[in-house]
């Protein structure tokens, strides 16, 4: 998993400021932020500390139709001394804008309620697409109570408006519109237009578009009735459109609508009045003072901020150019005319209005009248009811005790008794029962489902003994030790928070039933900010500056993976070979460094809900996901947290999903019943496999890292597993705490805690503390404890540095408490370098690391799932393969450590092959003895399937030993067959290990891995269920059988000839492809139907192809399957490679130490985590293993694009070796990867019949796109 956040660091204020002395007398209440997606060029952070600085003392937030951005302005202005005043800014369907700003909770709460109803639905009561909000003035009218309104007129006063008349609150003159549809039937009749309707008859007509006016906005038609009882006659030059196929519209300038949103908006007193820098602004402002005068309103200054200075306008430009899809270029009008609507302090806004002190008097006034806070929102959890009228403490009490008493048959001992005791107290001073009381009842939900779904909580809840005892986690925090402070604590007024992780396949199920539980007016999950990354920025910003889609392609690939921070121009330079003395690409480099990290939109969080008693909707505006059925509110979890509101995180895990699949094919093929409770615990084979650093699937410990730390740490208990988890993390790295370790770990260096001096404290002050860990702190409880003991920390002080280690990032607030924790350890006499190295490690936690309860939870995944793998390789991998997309590896590193593992791997096949990947029972000869075990192909053998027109039986073939493929020569002797290639046998390990015993066991059948359909690229689930229900009535004998028993169409059977899925029915790849192609599309005419009977197949049956050569044929399977089992695309290259000096990755042991190799291979993983110091990690595949290469970096500076780009590398180096761990230390690497597509070449000797007769057809052109020629999938990248 990456170790940087996938989201860009939340910026933060830098210091915090007691509030202004000065009370300015203007408050800005027009300005929008970064939340109004592409329209707001500042974000939080910026715009309150320029307000700061320009003297203001309260400042207003008004984005589009959202509240996104209300916590991030709150937080930020709070922590300098501001005022913030929360409100939006309400844009109608209608084309009329308001600010809108509550003036108390229940106001605040209507104004959610609206933009949640505009986000949610359409109009017309349809599902609403994500990000759209339609908001009509009726809709606001019924929302409007307590809410004041500032309508923002149009640059142009005489701007006319079309409203709909059904049922807004325009009110008109019924006898005008009548005399008006009166006239209009009569001019359509004369006109022979069409007939006349009634306004009765127009009402019935809902699907009408808006008839088009010059200047007008077009609405969507209302659904209640035209007439408005009691509206007064409109008075001025109304037009009203009546047609024959539209409903009734109303048209009218700006100016005639003022009295009638005065009488419909009693909350509406204020017009906004601001500069446009136009020529003509004195004379615009004082019409709308006119204006407000005439109609009881007041003219209320702004400047309608979009950004915080006015260098941010070139990114406003093209924050325009991107919304309308354009360029800045030809924008046009769309552009800003100047730079000045930016912040502005009250000064020059007194300047600029000094004519009309009023209207800033007005902005003034309603910042003040506006009182309401964020603060003001008290979060109420669901209450519930429960059984024998309990409340919700006391159920949580029985439910406790029950759990324990489960856990501890022969008694709950007194120390676990202590501990509930103390945790049920403290939760119900914190009126948490209800909480933790979902939980479970999502836990029961979930387990109740049948089959069961797999879940466990994990995080800081598992330092819990509450939880541990109701379900919630698997971890017993008696055993380890655990802290529950770091859970909750009565000094901390915060929420806890616990996570459960389901099974990524079935997680839907359960958000479901939480929507069914509460309603979607009560839950939602919350929402995940999409940022703008270096990649898209570039993109998009070129894009919007001219740049052609080549050079902004180009300059996307100088960033190192998805999740880059910048763009550097020495890679612009280099890599891209763009010259930066070019103004426009420095220029356009620039907007992009300013656009990095912006919001782009919202999406949903992966699981965190939010669930309340009453509305939510009145406590944050909820909108649509993309996904169906998901609905998500506006704020994201650090909104949550800053507000202290309870979330529920339903998260989804793969590896459960794995985990649950492979224990069901024991199920089903072994007898086996197994849970994650009932696997045998503390399997010697298990640590065994894990020492070797064999680990390849296994949860948390497959990346590079963990494999190179597994032979140093050699874990032999379930506790080292906890410690590996989370020793290879920036926390312990950047503590220096792992070497120290290692070393105490091999007696390469003695035990010593650490000790206070003789007259501060007891010598084993941190023996309790550290005396597991060696005496070295792993994890962030021991940190706590730490600063606790050693620098006497109060429990304030202690939550202060709790808070520093999750914000460390962004606010730097680690850096206050270092003086005071390293100071007051070494005045206790601690030594000052084991305080520093403490410190640092806590600074490392801040960019991120494990709590040991954390760890704890993922440890018992380790132990799961490297059991699983020991004894069960074949299930594991089969498991694994049906739960992609997860881990690490790809499906073809998946099949070759399987193989390496002694599983037999056979192909996909359309008469034998399901959905899933499967075990299947296999003969002696490794050959597939013709049924699935515990599937539906019972009774099924290859002689049932149509006779070969020719040749011998198929012949399986046997990788060489220490070999993952069958080398080359194999199957060129095998080629001239009509056969299919056959069963793959296992490969013979170089050291065979007991390990392999319990997967072939003498009682049990020898199982092989039998891959499935849903291992060939793009073919549809649902095509595959109507194979195999087709099956039950017989195997498939031929193309057209398939064709017509199963549906399938000829472009779906062709995808399965391209795969090579027809190996039981005798046919190659080629001739399956023909066959498929010869097939007819469609029914046709019945003149011809005699005639398609007689002729379908003739000539595919007169036409035998011979085989494909077998680099084609793994080229084939690579662009099919993603995979190929009948040999590595190194092994074609390997005479090349041999003949310029380079060995295989199994020959690197016998090198000397240190000695130089050149080495070649596939690049499957590259990593660079951001605690590595540059540092990059990539590892290599060739036809016998993998090589893993470190490069330092001043070489990845030198040749980042051959590092970032290359498919296939030539690597020289030096190799190093230890213990079970080899790298290639790298000095020179070369992008092989031309060479990979000569492979679509035969690069065999192949063979010719006597005489003029070729059995080889001829080769195409090599000249087309290399996306047509995916010879080996993508590398999977870590940043």
Not at 518 to 533: E, K, S
Not at 605 to 626: C, D, R, S, Y
Request: one cysteine or more; glycine letters at 8%; charged letters at 25%.
């Amino acid at each position: 998993m990456p170790e940087a956040a996938l989201t860009p660091e939340r910026r933060r204020v830098e210091q915090t400021l007691p509030p202004p002395e000065d009370r300015a007398g203007f408050v800005e209440l027009g300005m929008v932020s970064c939340f109004s997606f592409l329209r707001g060029a500042s974000d939080a952070v910026d715009l309150a500390t320029t307000a700061r600085a320009l003297g203001y003392d309260a400042l207003g937030i008004a984005d589009a139709n959202t509240m996104a951005g209300v916590v991030r302005l709150h937080s930020e202005a709070k922590a300098l001394g501001l005022t913030p005043v929360i409100g939006c800014r309400i844009e109608t369907v209608e084309g009329l804008e308001f600010l809108a700003y509550p003036a108390d909770r229940a106001a605040y709460g209507r104004l959610c309620r609206l933009i949640s109803a505009g986000r949610m639905g359409k109009l017309d009561g349809e599902w609403q697409d994500k990000g759209a909000c339609d908001i009509s003035l009726t809709m606001l009218a019924e929302h409007a109570e307590g809410v004041a309104l500032v309508l923002v007129p149009p640059a142009d006063l005489a701007a006319e408006f079309t409203i709909a008349v059904e049922s807004n609150v325009i009110p008109f003159d019924s006898r005008a519109l009548r005399q008006a549809q009166d006239e209009r039937g009569a001019e359509t009749r004369r006109e022979g237009e069409g007939r006349f309707f009634s306004h009765e008859d127009t009402k019935t007509r809902r699907n009408c578009d808006a008839p088009q006016a010059s200047n007008s906005i077009p609405a969507s038609p209302l659904t209640a009735t035209s007439d408005a009882e009691g509206a007064s006659p409109m008075e001025g030059p109304l037009r009203v459109f009546v047609s024959s196929c539209e409903p009734t519209f109303l048209t009218a300038p700006f100016p005639e609508l003022l009295p009638h949103l005065t009488t419909q908006f009693p909350t509406l007193r204020h017009i906004a009045a601001s500069y446009l820098y136009s020529g003509d602004d004195l004379a615009r402002i004082a019409r709308l003072d006119t204006l407000a005068r005439e109609h009881g309103l007041a003219i209320l200054a702004t400047n309608l901020p979009l950004y915080h200075v006015p260098q941010r306008r070139p990114l406003h430009d093209v924050m325009t150019a991107i919304r309308h899809k354009t360029t800045v270029a030809a924008a046009g009008y769309l552009l800003r005319a100047n730079a000045e609507r930016h912040l502005k302090g009250p000064e020059e806004m007194a300047r600029l209005f000094r004519r009309w002190p009023h209207a800033l008097q007005a902005a003034r006034d309603l910042a003040d009248a506006c009182a309401f806070n964020l603060e003001e929102l008290r979060y109420e959890y669901p209450r519930e009811e429960y059984p024998d009228g309990l409340d919700a403490q006391a159920y949580l009490d029985r439910l406790t005790w029950q759990g324990a008493a489960q856990h501890y048959p022969h008694g709950v001992p007194e120390e676990v008794a202590e501990t509930l005791r103390k945790e049920l107290i403290l939760i119900g001073k914190k009126a948490l029962a209800q909480y933790f009381l979902t939980i479970k009842e999502i836990v029961d939900f979930a387990r109740a489902q049948d089959p069961p779904i797999l879940c466990q909580g994990r995080g800081s809840a598992a330092n819990s003994a509450v939880c541990f005892c109701l379900g919630i986690t698997s971890v017993n925090p008696a055993e380890h030790a655990l802290l529950f402070e770091r859970f909750i604590s009565e000094d901390r007024d915060e929420p806890p928070d616990i996570d459960v992780d389901f099974e990524h396949e079935r997680r839907e199920e359960v958000i479901q039933h939480i929507y069914e539980k509460y309603g979607r007016h009560r839950a939602g999950l919350c929402a995940t900010v999409i940022h703008y990354r270096p990649r898209m920025a570039i993109r998009e910003v070129g894009k919007a500056m001219g740049l052609s889609e080549d050079v902004t392609s180009a300059l996307a690939k100088t960033v190192w993976g998805g999740h880059g921070r910048s763009i550097k121009e020495a890679h612009v330079e280099r890599e891209a070979g763009m010259d930066l003395s070019d103004p426009h690409l420095r220029r356009v480099l620039a907007l992009t460094e300013q656009m990095i990290g912006m919001p782009r939109h919202l999406s949903q969080h992966v699981g965190g809900f939010i669930l309340t008693e009453g509305a939510l909707t009145e406590t944050v505006p909820i909108g649509n996901g993309a996904m169906p059925d998901r609905s998500f509110i506006e704020w994201d979890k650090d909104d949550i947290d800053a507000l202290g509101i309870l979330k529920v995180d339903v998260l989804a895990l793969g590896m459960l999903t794995c985990i649950r699949k492979c224990l069901d094919l024991l199920g089903q093929h072994h007898g086996k019943t197994l849970t994650l409770a009932t696997v045998p615990r503390e399997d010697p084979e298990v640590y065994d496999m894990l020492c070797k650093g064999d680990s390849l699937g296994v949860f948390q410990v497959e990346s590079r890292a963990q494999m190179n730390m597994l032979p140093r740490l050699r874990p032999r208990c379930f506790y080292d597993l906890v410690i590996e988890v989370a020793i290879v993390r920036p926390g312990p790295i950047q503590g220096d705490m792992v070497h120290p370790y290692l070393k105490r770990r091999r007696g390469a260096e003695k035990v010593e805690i650490p000790a206070p001096g003789p007259s501060h404290g007891p010598p084993d002050e941190l023996t309790s503390i550290l005396g597991r860990t060696l005496g070295v702190p792993i994890f962030q409880e021991q940190a706590m404890k730490i600063a606790l003991d050693a620098a006497r920390f109060s429990s304030k002080e202690a939550n202060r540095l709790r808070k520093a280690m999750a914000t460390f990032r962004s606010r730097g607030m680690v850096h206050e408490l270092e003086d005071l924790m390293v100071g007051r350890m070494i005045a206790r006499g601690y030594d000052p370098d084991f305080a520093t190295r403490c410190f640092n490690q806590i600074k490392g936690f801040g960019e991120y690391g494990f709590p040991e309860s954390h760890a704890a939870s993922f440890a018992l995944l380790v132990y799961v799932s490297s059991w699983l793998k020991c004894h069960y390789p074949a299930a594991f991998a089969a498991a694994l393969l049906n739960s992609q997309p997860m881990g690490f590896y790809a499906p073809a590193q998946i099949v070759r450590d399987a193989r390496e593992h002694g599983v037999a791997v056979l192909p996909v096949d359309v008469n034998v092959s399901g959905w899933d990947n499967a075990l299947e029972a296999i003969g002696s000869r490794g050959e597939a003895e013709g049924r699935r075990e515990g599937g539906e192909e019972k009774g099924f053998s290859r002689k049932d399937a149509k006779a070969p027109r020719g040749g011998s039986a198929p012949q399986a073939l046997e990788s060489k030993p220490g070999f993952p493929f069958a080398a080359a020569s194999d199957f060129e002797r095998a080629a001239p067959q009509a056969e299919p290639l056959g069963a793959f046998a296992p490969l013979r390990e170089r050291n065979p290990s007991p390990l392999l015993r319990a997967s072939a066991s003498p009682r049990e059948p020898k199982l092989a891995l039998r891959l499935g359909l849903r291992q060939v690229d793009g073919f549809p689930e649902a095509a595959a269920a109507r194979i195999v229900a087709a099956r039950e009535a017989g195997p498939f004998r031929d193309v057209r059988e398939l064709k017509e028993r199963a549906g399938l169409s000829p472009a779906l059977i062709e995808r399965l000839a391209s795969a090579d899925c027809f190996n039981s029915l005798n046919l190659t790849r080629r001739q399956a492809l023909w066959d498929a192609r010869s097939l007819i599309a469609g029914p046709d005419l019945p003149l011809f139907a005699a005639m398609a009977t007689r002729d379908e197949g003739a000539e595919r049956d007169a036409t035998r192809l011979p085989r494909m050569p077998l680099s084609e044929e793994v080229v084939a399977d690579y662009q099919t399957q993603r995979l190929s089992l009948k040999a590595h695309p190194l092994a074609f290259l390997r005479a090349s490679l041999g003949e310029r000096g380079f060995i295989r990755a199994s020959e690197l042991r016998e090198r000397k130490y240190r000695s130089t190799v050149q080495v070649a291979g596939v690049v499957l993983i590259r990593q660079r985590p951001g605690s590595a110091k540059g540092v990059c990690f990539i590892t290599l595949e060739d036809e016998s293993g993998v090589v893993n290469l470190v490069i330092w970096p001043d070489l990845m500076e030198k040749q980042r694009k051959v590092i970032m780009g290359a498919r296939l590398m030539e690597v020289k180096g030096r190799v190093e070796y230890d213990d079970e761990v080899i790298h290639v230390i790298a000095q020179h690497l070369t992008d092989a990867t031309p060479s990979l597509h000569a492979l679509s070449d035969d690069l065999l000797p192949h063979h010719t019949d006597r005489a003029d007769h070729v059995s080889r057809p001829l080769q195409g052109s090599r000249g087309g796109h290399p996306r047509d020629v995916r010879v080996i999938p993508k590398s999977r990248d870590f940043h």
